[in-house]
């Protein structure tokens, strides 16, 4: 049997593996394909590929979107994405700015708790164009002034807590056809973290390819709730660890293991578009 992780992150995003260590950890963890899915970036792709090839591993370039419909937040996962695609590169970009300036945000207000953090020092460890409040808390614990990057969230970066700054999202809409213009499937990322269900219809009508039901955090009913939700609307069957390395703990590759039939599904709905294009 062959199997897949189709939802991993990598230190250009959140993740704490490089590209080549995330392979590394998906050979060990018995899996023949895995796609990347770093939040609003795709500048791993290309090193993961190659990574991938050398071990004859099947690589899907994707990318994940936070994104919202109706005051919902849901995150919208891309496969088979081009990751040359200039709107998708322009989209993610302005996306990538406002992350940027978060971080300038976030690190003002912990500055003014009285806490000296350098913004240099968080740019430095993140040194992507993604960074996200891991960073932060990373940079923290590193400069000594907190013990672990959980006491990061409680007691500054969690929702709520006064370093808290709201992320900028994309339309869920416009997050489907940019990932369709970009000649990729739109998934729904792990839907039973987001409460997301009653918007289900609304995203399927607007183009959704496929739905999350197997994640490190649903549980047994929870992804037979969403095969059956999947089976409702014709949607593609997807599921993957959201592994981020070593940064909430142990390594979570391995743990979710899709069997490679799904891929093949996906894969056909890809064939099966860029054919219809290429005659309409
Ligand atoms: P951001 O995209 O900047 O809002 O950061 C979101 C990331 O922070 C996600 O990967 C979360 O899983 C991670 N995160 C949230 N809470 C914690 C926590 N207590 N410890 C470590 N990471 C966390
Ligand atoms: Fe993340
Ligand atoms: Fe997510
Ligand atoms: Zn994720």
């Not at 791993?44 to 190659?50: E, K, L, R």
């Not at 959201?242 to 064939?271: M, N, Q, W």
Request: aromatic letters at 6%; glycine letters at 8%; proline letters at 4%.
């Amino acid at each position: 049997m062959k199997f897949a992780d189709l939802h991993l992150h990598t230190k250009f995003s959140d993740g704490t593996f490089s590209p080549e260590e995330l392979v590394l950890h998906a050979q060990k963890g018995g899996l023949s394909c895995i796609a990347l899915t770093d939040h609003d970036t795709v500048e791993g792709c290309a090193s993961a590929a190659i990574a991938a090839a050398n071990v004859k591993m099947e690589f899907i370039p994707g990318v994940e979107l936070t994104a919202e419909h109706n005051d919902t937040e849901l995150h919208v996962l891309g496969y088979f994405v081009d990751t040359q695609n200039k709107k998708l590169l322009a989209e993610i970009s302005k996306f990538q700015i406002v992350r940027q300036h978060r971080i300038h945000q976030m690190v003002s207000r912990i500055n003014e708790m009285g806490v000296p953090l350098d913004e240099e020092s968080v740019f430095a460890l993140a040194n992507c164009k993604s960074p996200g409040r891991p960073h932060v808390a990373r940079a923290m614990v590193k400069a000594g002034f907190i013990s672990h990057m959980d006491e990061a969230f409680e007691r500054f970066l969690k929702k709520g807590r006064p370093a808290w700054v709201p992320k900028s999202k994309i339309s869920a809409l416009d997050a489907i056809e940019l990932i369709h213009q970009a000649g990729g499937l739109a998934v729904m990322a792990h839907p039973g973290l987001n409460k997301t269900d009653e918007i289900i219809p609304a995203i399927v009508e607007a183009g959704l390819d496929g739905i999350e039901c197997f994640h490190t955090k649903h549980s047994t009913a929870m992804s037979e709730r969403y095969m059956e939700i999947a089976d409702k609307y014709n949607l593609l069957v997807t599921g993957g660890s959201d592994c981020h390395g070593f940064s909430k703990g142990k390594p979570l590759i391995g743990t979710v293991k899709l069997p490679y039939e799904r891929v093949e599904k996906l894969k056909a709905k890809v064939a099966e578009r860029k054919s219809a294009t290429a005659v309409s």
